[in-house]
């Protein structure tokens, strides 16, 4: 389905109780709006939840390797889409961000990175999903730009920055690793089925 990518929108999730508060990424800067969006929570969670499990699947399928299938759980996938969109503050050393990119109130895309609360240094991709009626418009690009611009502005409980992204990708999804490369990835170490990708922050911050 094509699309314009101007249509695309990028919404930063947190739940707090039974809300998601929703920070609206906007094109320019690391501006934000805050709106309440509590009437697509269970879609977001809904999504969330099929968006890992389709990840979970499809390299069991490309790799041959069902181990993962076999003690995959769905009270387990739930209990780790709660931990994406927790707002754990500086309580747990690892945090979750997670974006949704959405067309009119149409959940499209999904992306989850990790990184410490304690001492900022790296941003890891742990999760980018995009729907299959709505691949190569762009739509992953924009999740990724917008995150790595977004945590431009986060500090670690000491001060500190991040100073990488970095990503680990199967060997099978060229699509995602080529995305990679065009965004200024670089191979950091290969291994049997995967390869990490890291890319160093070059933007300065003014406070």
Known sequence: MKVNIDDVKIMKVTETDTAITGYTCLERGTSVVRAEVRDILTEVKAF??????????RDAKRTGNTDSLKVYSISNTINKVSEYLKDSGY??????????AYIDKTIVGTLVVS??????KNCD???????????????AT????????????KRGLDGSRIINYRTGIMNHNKSF???????GF???KEYENYNTFEKKVEEEIND
């Open 115 to 120: 990184h410490s609360s304690l001492t900022f």
């Open 142 to 153: 924009k999740l990724i730009n917008m995150m790595m611009k977004d945590v431009l502005t």
């Open 177 to 183: 690793a080529n995305l990679c490369k065009k965004l």
């Open 91 to 100: 309580e747990f050393v690892n945090r979750y961000t997670t974006y949704v």
């Open 186 to 188: 670089k191979i950091k």
């Open 125 to 139: 991709i742990f999760l980018i999903y995009v729907e299959n009626a709505y691949r190569k418009n762009g739509i």
């Open 48 to 57: 969330l939840t099929m968006a890992d499990y389709f990840v979970v699947a």
